[in-house]
């Protein structure tokens, strides 16, 4: 018998609070396949301030941040599953296949379906699909890890004492105007390296204690969303972009590494597309990423922790 879940029985389900709660309803068709289906409309009054997650077209329309479409299928998954326990915390690992065609519009009712396709020990894999409109927009699968919270809370990984350094040939720094969105969601300070030829450049982000996602991700133990590391590969291109002349390129395909400032890897991502929105006059306007073959999540980022992200393979056309 299907059971359906509203967003207050959601709450009772998932660590995640406040903005994080990106989710309205679930119905559980069957938990012991984790396979449900889900609805979410944002509005720009938005009692938990989710339009957070939302940036501005070129048109001035609102659409959601494409990454975090990968999120709300991750927290449909979790609760499809039957939730996690009180004694448990639960780490998105990694995605594949992540492809976006169509984004949806802030006040657009946005409907999917998760399933479990596999589990081996504390790690399960999900797929599922986010449509809006009538029309399929996103679709991927995550790996998750379940841990329990005593043997997390806290706690950071090992870091090492030693300071990494990397070429530093540029300085341009993050532009509110030049970014569509909440200053909270630009997950960039800025540019610090660049080589065209080599197909490589570098920029840096520093995770803020005042930042807004803190509170709800995870209440008592704040890590960075991975989906927000993705969201700093774009707008380390847009980055990018500003830095060389006006183009009419329309997609940047690269690579991405993001690392501590000891050097530790903290993910690793492949196969990244990227659309390059235009405006009149065929200057670069806004990345959106529509593409990840796959991302791995190595290691966690707490508030005040600094991050360079670097983008290899770097190519545009």
Do not use: W
Not at 24 to 38: H, L, P, Q, R, Y
Not at 133 to 148: C, E, H, L, R, Y
Not at 158 to 185: C, G, N, R
Request: overall charge negative; proline content about 5%; glycine content about 6%.
């Amino acid at each position: 018998m299907a059971s359906h879940l509203d967003r207050y029985a959601i709450e009772s389900q998932l660590p995640h609070r406040f903005e994080n709660m990106l989710l309205d309803t679930v119905t559980i068709s069957d938990e012991s396949a984790a396979k449900g289906s889900f609805s979410l409309t944002v509005t720009e009054s938005d009692e938990l301030n989710r339009s957070l997650f939302y940036r501005r077209t070129l048109e001035g329309h609102s659409v959601i941040i494409s990454p975090v479409l990968m999120e709300i299928l991750a927290l449909a998954s979790i609760v499809s599953g039957g939730g996690v326990k009180d004694d448990e915390i639960l780490f998105y690992a990694g995605i594949r296949n992540f492809v976006m065609t169509q984004l949806s519009l802030l006040g657009d009712e946005m409907i999917g379906s998760v399933q479990k396709e596999a589990q081996k020990g504390p790690f399960i894999q999900f797929s599922g699909c986010v449509k809006s409109g009538g029309q399929d927009i996103a679709s991927g699968a995550m790996t998750a890890f379940v841990a329990k919270q005593s043997s997390v809370s806290g706690e950071k990984a090992p870091q090492s004492t030693a300071i990494f350094e990397y070429p530093k040939t540029v300085h341009l720094e993050k532009d509110l105007v030049s970014f569509p969105k909440s200053p909270d969601m630009i997950a960039i300070d800025r540019l610090v390296h660049m080589d065209l030829e080599a197909q490589y450049a570098i920029g840096e982000y520093e995770y803020p204690l005042s930042h807004p996602l803190i509170r709800g991700h995870f209440p008592g133990l704040p890590v960075m969303m991975g989906v927000m590391q993705m969201i700093a590969v774009e707008d380390l291109c847009m980055l990018v972009l500003r830095h060389i002349p006006p183009t009419d390129y329309t997609q940047i395909t690269c690579d991405a590494e993001i690392k501590g400032k000891d050097g530790r890897l903290i993910a690793d991502m492949k196969g990244l597309i990227l659309h390059i929105e235009h405006d009149a006059y065929a200057a670069p306007f806004y990345v959106v990423m529509t593409s990840a073959k796959k991302v791995t999540f190595k290691n966690r980022v707490s508030p005040s922790d600094f991050i360079s992200i670097h983008l290899n393979s770097l190519s545009f056309s």
